[in-house]
């Protein structure tokens, strides 16, 4: 998931998030979008985020800060309450004015507890147009907002195990007839940190050359624990012009970006502090078929052609011979 994946708008409204990417609520931009640390227990982290302020009146913005956890194989954030956790551990300006056009570093800290649980711990750090208004309940109403994520490793033992379930095409498809292609693997992460898979796609023909090298997680998605996470990976990309390309636009494709035959898709990745390995294969078939049709068609005309063209051809020398006669 470049890292503008966890760009973000989130509404809530009596304790319902909603997320939507990417963000840029109320015109606010907030940099980085992702955080990544690691610490011991008991350590205090220090980190910054820039705010910019892109409307043309000054503004006042509120933190607030909430949990987030894996729901679903898409990697998208689900937040919580910050009752505990890491959320309670992040200490930041509870608001912040800003000029129009203004541009401003506001430190947080990270205050690790003694007992904190070796693993990962994932929060949010939000900044809004409205302050925090606790509810009944516990509950929190406030406005549009927009934030960065924080990924915690608090050092000590990794528990659980991890590794790869899945590796193929989209619906486990065998057969195209051009590009793109979109691979799909699923990788299970049963430990108490999250897991970037590093790796590549090495795409080789019939002959054992590499028609193509592709990155197995480019946005450097994170999967984390206790979590299946399905990653994506196209063999070119599709553009907005190409989505409807039809018979003729397909044979002018595969003319332009000829591929032809069975094809062999090594995935390779690394993850983990120790560096573990997981590996999978998966083979596919290209077949330019509307191309191929076009080139049959040529060369049957071409065929019947000289066919006509030499038999007028012996006819006429025929013809000759017996005139001469």
Known sequence: MMRTYTEFLV????????????????????SPVRFETSGEPGQTLLGEIELFNEQEVAMT?????????????????????????????IKAPEKITLEPGERKTVPFSIQIPQDAEPGGHFAAIFWGTTP?????????????????????????????????LEFST?????????????????????TTDRIKPIGEIK??????????????????????????RKFEVKWE??????KEVGFFGSVK????????????????????????????????????????????IVLLIIGFLSFKGIKRYNQWIIAKALKTK
């Open 11 to 30: 509404a809530i409204s009596f304790g319902l998030v909603a997320l939507v990417l990417p963000f840029q609520a109320v015109a606010l931009t907030v």
């Open 61 to 89: 913005f509120y933190s607030s800060f909430e949990n987030f956890e894996a729901r679903g194989e898409a990697g998208t954030p689900y937040f919580t309450p910050a009752k505990e956790g890491l959320a309670t551990w």
């Open 132 to 164: 925090p208004q606790p509810q009944e309940g516990g509950q929190v109403i406030i406005g549009a907002k927009t934030g960065i994520l924080v990924l915690l490793t608090v050092a000590g033992e990794i528990k659980g195990e991890s590794g790869l």
């Open 170 to 190: 989209e619906n486990n498809q065998k057969f195209f007839n051009l590009l793109p292609i979109t691979f799909i693997y699923r990788f299970q992460n049963n």
């Open 203 to 228: 795409i080789k023909n019939i002959f054992g050359r590499t028609a193509a090298l592709l990155p197995a997680n480019k946005t450097e998605g994170n999967v984390l624990p206790n979590s299946i």
């Open 237 to 242: 990309e599709k553009s907005e012009k190409e």
């Open 253 to 296: 494709k595969q003319w332009s970006d000829f591929h032809f035959g069975r094809y062999t898709a090594p995935l390779n990745l690394k993850y983990g502090v120790k560096n573990e390995e997981a590996k999978a294969r998966y083979s596919f078939f290209i077949i330019p078929w509307q191309l191929l049709s076009i080139i049959i």
